[in-house]
Each structure stands twice: as structure tokens, then as C-alpha cells.
């Protein structure tokens, strides 16, 4: 975890100011880095003027800690001392002296903990310091700072010995003279303090960070808690919410609770309401989706016969259920087999039950799935061994860097190669991971920064939704589409990515043109008040270390990797040889278990725990999505569809429905997920292409069908659009807000934008290329 919430987590309420300004330090020596790189052909600064400069910040932060320090120490000296006074005087003690123990043992374990909190703060921040310039300054500072060094001496000296002195105290009284079992009670009393202290003030706090690192509680085993316990304690304290003892309340750090009485309902009338009017738009939108579905099942419709009525109903939900996300996508899909064998949607089972099942289960496994397993464990394999992020890395540093448009577009061009090595789900959070130390490095609080950071996410996430357009597997609506081309007519690996690979990346360079960031003027208003100032040149990027020494290793470092390498380049050769592949295996698909069978075998590499990581979830969207197309087809749904779509297209030239047609796929890639639009949609342009495509004409189906499977990845103007953008919303800023990055309404723009070039250039070139290569 980071010290930034350590700190928090661990400091005190009631000091909080005294703290160490952990976040304004690490600024500093950021800032310092970017005027060092920034300047570093005529430089005027050098680490050692850094050095002087920080090492005066961090001293004057060492002394008001130091001031604060004893200004409490002097208070919990003089507050002993008159405590123990009538104590020794009075036989029988009044009963606030023994809450007054209580909080004295409280606040100076509190105080040792200031101590050490501060020191741990003062290493980290010099050891930042030499880790980013290359000094070694740490040791000398922490053995020199005299303010620091004379805390320390008190914190292992004076503060215990107050602390025996109240043990001792507390013992002789209240114990019979047992000093363990006073330490034990005392302890358990901190411990306590701490649970609703924590369970009151930092609960939400711990909350979520918990759910951004998944970390798990610290539990003490029953033993009384001791001061050295109190971080692990007050980060287990979320799950502790029992109600405070009578000691506590009786201290005043929490007010009474009375027990609330058991209610029957979890909401009373007056919530029920509040929620009915909060919830209003959502109760009406479902309202409209399950009144539509009763209708279709129930009430005939004219020129349809009732299987394809009731697969309408069952189609209609699924799309629903998909669009809206009221259940995660893969259980969506798992309700379709179940949906299709009690609406009696397959005619040609004859109404018997048990052949309606078993043609529902054996639709829902199909080549495509071992495809996704075999993408994803080559990506598993790379990700493993560091290899995907060391190439990544090499080429981010051979081409980008100094610059940060360039930077942007080598980011942009990594994304691309990647998602169409190991699909763009993989290659979003890959690239994600690069990018997250870039910008921590950037100086925070200025608008060129947040500019540059919402500029670099999008073209990263935008990027990966064009690489997912690059070849059957490079992304999860791919499968789909090619799974119908490839078994149908005939459309190869090696032609889809010949059509594919051109479009896109002519897409991808245009795209880089419209996520280009925009600079505001050096004298724009700051966002909140800035405390650095902008580099006199706002494009200079200079690159983390980090990323410069993951660019340093060997590819073929050691055995593993070379085997990876070659498996990876015989998967590549093997897919787009598809006519060999074919001969020897009977089906691309079929090719794909060889990767997996590979992967899996080598020592050490891939576990069982890698297998059961595997994307099971989208294998099982796959499948509903398959048995779909299966109810659509037998059902005659896509033949009566189809010809409907034929009637109103009769007479319009080709291009026209091209276009048409990709607009409209966009435009529900958009509106909902990438994969749930293939689901529903590749079936009906498939049907439409045999329809208004005329026979003979080269390239036939392919030349709407590839056009629209590619504009199913074009989908971009919201987050929720693909997996890419998803990732993308979820990288958060370093400065003293930690929001993220992006916000909904930053997609809009840029996306429309995208989606409108993406219409034209895949209408135009994407059927161009169809047609001279299928």
C-alpha cells in the first residue's frame, strides 16, 4: 500500500495537522525532476542544487512536526504527573481517574505512533528523493536532522517509560498488583478506542481502498491488541462494528446508542416512497421492457408464425437485459438456452422438449470459444514472463518520449499492436499500466496536465477498440462475426485481417488526429491553487525510470521466453495459413488448442490457477450468443427480418446500404457493448447480405458483412461502449483529489467524432478492401 494511505489510515484525528505533508513533498521532487529533464541540454540545476532546495523543505517540515511534537508531549507529561499525584495520595482512587488512565495509555501510544509514522514519512520522501536523482542522501539525513533524531530518543525512551508508569499504576489499583493483566485490559481499551474510532470517522476511507487494492482484514487471533498492533488494527477495524463498551462511553469519545427495535420490512413507508421517486425512470423503462415481452408471447402478429413471434419475445429481452446491464452480461447469455426451450422457439424440434434441449446445448459450444481460450492464454503467458510489457516499453522508448504528442501517438500505435497480437481486452489493460507511471510523473494541478492525461486515455482506449478490429481474435465481437463468415462462406483468418489491417489503421491515423490534446495557454487560471509552475515548453515529456529500465531486459533472457516467443510466431503463421492449417487439423478452431495444450505443459509457466482465470465469463456470452442465432435461424425470424429489410432497401444502390448499414451497427455498438451488439446483430446482416448483395458479384455477403463486423469495434462515445473504455475511466489522477482521469461526458466528443470518421473510412475503404480481397 501506498505510504500516502498508510498515513492516513494510521494518523491520529484530533493531530491530524501535525503529520508529515507527505503529498507536497513528493510534488516537489516530481517538479524537480521535470525542470531537471526539461533543461538538461543548458541545464542551471543540478541534483545537488535539488538536494539544497529539498533537503530546506523537508528540515523547516521536520521542525513545525518537531514544535507540534512537543507541545503535545509537554501536555501528556504535566496530565501524568497529576494524575499519579492522587493516586499515590488517596487509598481509594476516584473512578475518573480510571478513565483517565484509559486515555492517557491511549494518547501516548498514539504519540509513539506520531513518531513513527513521521520517521517512516521523512525515510520514504528522501528515498524517493535519491531513487529519482540518483543520490544517496537517506542514511545521512535520518542519522543528521537533529528534530528528528531528538523525537526518536523520546519515543524510545521517555514516552515507554510513562507508558510502564501508567501500566504500573493502573495495575497496583485496579489489578491487585497483576501488571499482565492490566496490560491486558488496557490494551483490549485501546483496541476498543480504536474500532469505533475507526468504525465512526475512516470506515467509508477504509472502504474504499479496500475495494480499489483488495486487501484483506488483520485479525489478532483474540490476543489483546499492543501499540506495535495499531495499523494492522485500525485497517481490520471496518468489519469490528459492534457497539462501543461502557468504558468508551463513558470516555466521551462516542455518544450514547440507544438499540434500535427489529423491523419486520427493511424500509419503512416513507423510504419506500423516496426510493419509488429516485428509481421512477428505471421502474418505467422496465416496466415498458417485460409489458413488450408479455405482448409478443401472448398476441399474434400478422405474416409471422408463432415460433418467430416467441423468439422475437425471447430476443427482445436478451437485447434488453444486454443493453440495460440489469444482470452481468454472461448470466444474460446463460438464460438464453433456458428462454428458447420453454418459449418454443425451435420449429424444427417438432415440440418435443428433450431435441429442443439437446440442439440448444449443442449450439452453445462452437470453435469460437477455444479461439478466445487460445488469445488469452497466449496474453497470459506474455503478461507472466514481463514480455508484453518489455516490447511494449522498448518501442515507447526507441519512438516516444521528449514529446508528449508523440509520446500519445506511439502509445496509441502500442495499443493497436498489441490488442492485435493478444486481443484488445488484454492490450487495454496493458497499456493502462504503462501509461499510470507517465502521468504520475507529469506536475499536477495544471491544465496541460489534466489535458495531456484525458488526451492519452482516450487515444489508448480508442486505439485498442480499432486493434480489435485487426484479426479474428483480436477481440471478442471478432469471434462472433468470423465464427458465422468462416463456417457459412468460407471467409479465412489470413483474408479477414487482410481486409481488416488497412482499414484500421488508416482509421488509426486519422483518430490520432482528432484525440490530439489541446494546451491552454501557459496563463490559463489553474484548477485549485497551484503550487508549480508550467515548464516553459508544455509539450516536453520526460519518460519515468521505471519504464526506461523495463525497456532494458533481453528478450530471450532465459528458456521460457524463447519457447513463448516461438509459440506466439508459429500461432500467428499458423492462423493466417489457413489453407494448411485446414488440411492438417480440418479447422482454424481446431488449431487453436495447440497454443493452449503448449502454454500449459511448459514447467512453471501456466498453473492451474492460470486456467481457472481464463475468460470463462465470455466464453459463456459466446455460447448464449450462439444458441441465439440458432433460435433466430430455425425459428425463420432472420429469414422473415431479412426479407422485410430487403423490401425497404429494393432498388437502392449497394453503397447506400453499405453505408446504411455500418452507420446503424455503429450506432448500437455505441448504445450498448461491443460483444452484445455482435450477438444480436451479425445474424441479421448476414441474412441482409444474401438478400440486397447481387449474385455473382465478388466478394458477395463480405462485402456488407466484413464492413458492418468491423463498425461492431467502431462504438466509442461511451464508457460503458467496450472493455477498453471501461479500463480507461478506472486510472486515477495522483494529485490531492485522486479522482479519475476521465468522466463520462469526456467520451462524447472525441467519440462521436471517432465513430463518424470510422463510418466513412470503413464504408468507403472497408468495402473496397472486401471486395478486392474475399
Avoid at 80 to 101: D, T
Avoid at 512 to 536: D, G, M, N
Amino acid at each position: 500500500m501506498k505510504f500516502t494511505y498508510q498515513l492516513e489510515y494510521n494518523a491520529f484525528g484530533p493531530w491530524h495537522d501535525g503529520y508529515i505533508q507527505y503529498k507536497r513533498l513528493k510534488r516537489l521532487i516530481k517538479q524537480q525532476r521535470h525542470n531537471l529533464a526539461a533543461t538538461e541540454e543548458g541545464a542551471t540545476i543540478t541534483p545537488d542544487d535539488a538536494w539544497q532546495e529539498f533537503e530546506k523543505a523537508l528540515c523547516a517540515e521536520m521542525d513545525r512536526i518537531s514544535t507540534y511534537f512537543y507541545n503535545i508531549y509537554a501536555r501528556l507529561t504535566t496530565s501524568v504527573k497529576q494524575h499519579l499525584a492522587p493516586m499515590e495520595a488517596h487509598k481509594h482512587v476516584e473512578s475518573k481517574h480510571r478513565k483517565e488512565c484509559i486515555e492517557l495509555f491511549a494518547e501516548l501510544n498514539e504519540l509513539k505512533n506520531f513518531v513513527q509514522l513521521n520517521s517512516e514519512g521523512a525515510r520514504k520522501i528522501v528515498k524517493k528523493f535519491d531513487k529519482f536523482n540518483g543520490t544517496s542522501h537517506c542514511g545521512d539525513f535520518m542519522a543528521t536532522c537533529q528534530p528528528l533524531v531528538a523525537m526518536q530518543h523520546e519515543a524510545q525512551t521517555n514516552i515507554p517509560a510513562m507508558i510502564s508508569d501508567v501500566e504500573t499504576s493502573y495495575a497496583e489499583y485496579y489489578c491487585s498488583g497483576d501488571v499482565s493483566l492490566a496490560l491486558e485490559e488496557l490494551s483490549r481499551s485501546l483496541s476498543e478506542l480504536l474500532v469505533w474510532d475507526r468504525g465512526t470517522i475512516w470506515h467509508d476511507l477504509i472502504k474504499l481502498e479496500r475495494q480499489r487494492t483488495r486487501l484483506g482484514t488483520v485479525a489478532t487471533g483474540g490476543r489483546p491488541v499492543k501499540s506495535e498492533d495499531m495499523p494492522q488494527v485500525r485497517q481490520a477495524t471496518e468489519t469490528q462494528t459492534a457497539a462501543p463498551p461502557p468504558e468508551l462511553l463513558e470516555l466521551g469519545h462516542a455518544k450514547s446508542v440507544e438499540a434500535a427495535p427489529a423491523k419486520l420490512l427493511p424500509y419503512t413507508s416513507a423510504e419506500l416512497v423516496s426510493c419509488l421517486r429516485k428509481e421512477w425512470a428505471s421502474i418505467v423503462v422496465y416496466t415498458v421492457v417485460f409489458l413488450v415481452f408479455i405482448l409478443l408471447l401472448a398476441l399474434d402478429i400478422p405474416g409471422m408464425n408463432g415460433a418467430a413471434r416467441r423468439c422475437l419475445a425471447v430476443l427482445w429481452i436478451t437485447s434488453a437485459f444486454w443493453c440495460l446491464g440489469t444482470l452481468p452480461l454472461h448470466i444474460t447469455a446463460l438464460a438464453v438456452p433456458l428462454l428458447v426451450v420453454v418459449a418454443r422457439c425451435l420449429p424444427s424440434a417438432g415440440g418435443d422438449r428433450q431435441k429442443a434441449a439437446l440442439m440448444a446445448i449443442k449450439s452453445m459450444w462452437s470453435g469460437s470459444q477455444l479461439m478466445v481460450l487460445a488469445s488469452f492464454s497466449l496474453a497470459a503467458a506474455l503478461s507472466k514472463l514481463r514480455l508484453d510489457k518489455e516490447i511494449a516499453c522498448v518501442l515507447l522508448k526507441t519512438f516516444g518520449g521528449k514529446s508528449r504528442v508523440r509520446t500519445l501517438r506511439m502509445m496509441m500505435l502500442v495499443a493497436y499492436i498489441v490488442s492485435a497480437a493478444v486481443g484488445n481486452v488484454a492490450a487495454s489493460v496493458l497499456c493502462m499500466s504503462i501509461v499510470s507511471p507517465i502521468l504520475d510523473e507529469l506536475p499536477q494541478n495544471l491544465p496541460s496536465t489534466y489535458s495531456y492525461g484525458r488526451a492519452m486515455l482516450i487515444s489508448i482506449a480508442f486505439a485498442c477498440n480499432i486493434g480489435g478490429m485487426t484479426s479474428p481474435v483480436a477481440s471478442p465481437q471478432n469471434v462472433v462475426a468470423f465464427a458465422t463468415l468462416h463456417t457459412d462462406y468460407g471467409l479465412s483468418f489470413s483474408q479477414w485481417c487482410g481486409i481488416a489491417i488497412p482499414t484500421s489503421f488508416v482509421l488509426l491515423v486519422a483518430v490520432s488526429f482528432v484525440t490530439r490534446p489541446k494546451y491552454p495557454h501557459r496563463r490559463a487560471s489553474r484548477v485549485q491553487q497551484p503550487l508549480l509552475q508550467e515548464s516553459a515548453n508544455p509539450d516536453y515529456l520526460a519518460l519515468p525510470p521505471r519504464l526506461v529500465a523495463s525497456a532494458s531486459g533481453a528478450l530471450f533472457g532465459n528458456w521460457q521466453r524463447t519457447v513463448v516467443i516461438v509459440i506466439v510466431i508459429g500461432c500467428i503463421v499458423m492462423w493466417l495459413s489457413s489453407g494448411l492449417t485446414c488440411a492438417v487439423f480440418g479447422d482454424t478452431s481446431l488449431s487453436a488448442l495447440v497454443p493452449l495444450v503448449l502454454l500449459f505443459s511448459i514447467p512453471g509457466l501456466l498453473t492451474k490457477a492460470d486456467f481457472l482465470s481464463l475468460p470463462w465469463d465470455v466464453c459463456f456470452l459466446l455460447a448464449g450468443g450462439s444458441c441465439l442465432a440458432m433460435a433466430v435461424k430455425d425459428s425463420q425470424l432472420l429469414e422473415i427480418a431479412s426479407t422485410g429489410a430487403s423490401e425497404i432497401l429494393h432498388g437502392a444502390p449497394l453503397w447506400a446500404c453499405i453505408l446504411g448499414t455500418v452507420t446503424f451497427v455503429t450506432l448500437c455498438s455505441t448504445a450498448v457493448s461491443h460483444i452484445a451488439a455482435a450477438n444480436v446483430l451479425m445474424p441479421f446482416i448476414i441474412a441482409l447480405g444474401d438478400e440486397v448483395v447481387p449474385k455473382g458479384l465478388r466478394g458477395g455477403v463480405t462485402l456488407i458483412a466484413m464492413p458492418a463486423a468491423l463498425a461492431l469495434s467502431a462504438g466509442s462515445a461511451l464508457p460503458v461502449s467496450s472493455a477498453p473504455n471501461v479500463n480507461a475511466t478506472a486510472i486515477k489522477r495522483q494529485g490531492d483529489d485522486n479522482r479519475p482521469w476521465l468522466q463520462p461526458k469526456d467520451f462524447i466528443v472525441p467519440g462521436l467524432i471517432t465513430s463518424l470518421v470510422a463510418i466513412v473510412v470503413i464504408s468507403g475503404l472497408g468495402a473496397v478492401m472486401s471486395e478486392a480481397v474475399a
